[in-house]
């Protein structure tokens, strides 16, 4: 980037930061409930059959290998589930599947009631509201967390055209609620490469909600941070849940425990085990924890 746009970024953002801070101050009272403005229009997703994810008898082989066989799954607008299992068993490969970045052999991918997902793209997936987060963090190091998130509205335009993008009102009334809601406020204007692995993975999932997106698929998302940091991002996935609808796939069981054990309807949050490329067992994180399969092939003894 030349000097003179990295200039034209820094002052715009001195101009936001205030009134960042500001907004930032005001939605402190709205705390985990604090709603959103629409900045980012998605189309409408039908959700009136209860889900806003669906998969029926999805399969993909690599080689002959089977890493997804006869996969349902049913996600309910608002839900945040959590999926886990063994390595290898298909858990990126799905959100492959989902995000459009792979094609299954066979099987049927429903985003809403009506928009079969096949049909679609992985970049026109993305603007229908399907965010994902992958393992590494992908934040842009040399930017601030402000551009960062900036960037994240118009990530089409390239650049050098993003730097000279203004944010409206709404945008930046969003931009505030983001950093908020992804504990970044005080931060803004830190260069991203300056921030801690924990934080990172906050920008980065502080990009996606910029785009509003009804579903989240987090993969792996707590993977290398530390025991505080965790702890923050189950809070932070928790109080996303109702909003947004969010998959989230993890093997520390205690960050699990966390997202199910808390939040509206705790008692009845499920828990999906997938094993070489099916659903091993549905059900509460006790249910799961008590089955024996589960035990035999994931949890230990
Ligand atoms: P998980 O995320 O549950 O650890 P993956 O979905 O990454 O599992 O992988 C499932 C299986 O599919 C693994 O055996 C993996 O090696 C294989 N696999 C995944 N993607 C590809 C690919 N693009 N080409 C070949 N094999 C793949
Ligand atoms: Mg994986």
Redesign the pocket.
């Given at each position: 980037m030349t000097p003179d746009l990295m200039e034209a970024g820094a002052e715009r953002q001195q101009a936001y930061t205030a009134r960042i801070e500001r907004l930032a101050l005001a939605t402190e009272s709205g705390g985990r409930s604090a709603g959103y403005g629409r900045v980012a229009q998605a189309g409408e997703v039908d959700t009136t059959h209860g889900r806003i994810l669906y998969l029926e008898d999805v399969s993909v082989s690599?080689?002959g290998?089977k890493?997804i066989n006869k996969l349902s799954l049913d996600i309910a607008p608002g839900e945040l589930r959590c999926i886990i299992?063994?390595?290898?068993?298909?858990?990126?490969?799905?959100m492959?599947i989902i995000t459009g970045k792979?094609r299954p052999d066979e099987g049927t991918v429903f985003f809403g009631s009506t928009i079969d997902l096949l049909r679609y793209k992985e970049s026109e997936i993305a603007q229908l509201g399907i965010g994902r987060k992958f393992q590494k963090p992908t934040v842009f190091e040399q930017l601030t967390v402000f551009e960062n998130l900036e960037l994240a509205l118009k990530t089409n335009k390239g650049v050098p055209a993003s730097m000279f993008f203004r944010l409206d009102s709404a945008q930046a009334d969003r931009l505030a609620e983001v950093l908020h809601t992804i504990h970044l406020a005080s931060e803004v204007g830190r260069q991203a490469g300056n921030l801690s692995h924990g934080q990172k993975q906050w920008l980065e999932i502080g990009m996606l909600l910029m785009q509003d997106p009804k579903l989240l698929l987090l993969?792996e998302p707590v993977a290398g941070m530390t025991d505080e940091e965790t702890e923050r991002t189950a809070e932070l996935f928790l109080s996303l849940e109702g909003a947004h609808s969010l998959v989230v796939?993890e093997h520390d069981m205690k960050f699990i425990g966390e997202l199910t054990t808390n939040g509206p309807n705790a008692a009845k949050k499920k828990v999906t085990v997938?094993h070489e490329?099916s659903v091993l067992a549905e059900g509460t994180l006790a249910d799961v924890q008590a089955n024996d399969k589960v035990v035999e092939v994931y949890l230990g003894r």
């Open positions: 690599f080689d290998f890493a299992g063994p390595n290898g068993a298909g858990k990126t490969t799905m492959d792979t993969d796939v997938l490329g």
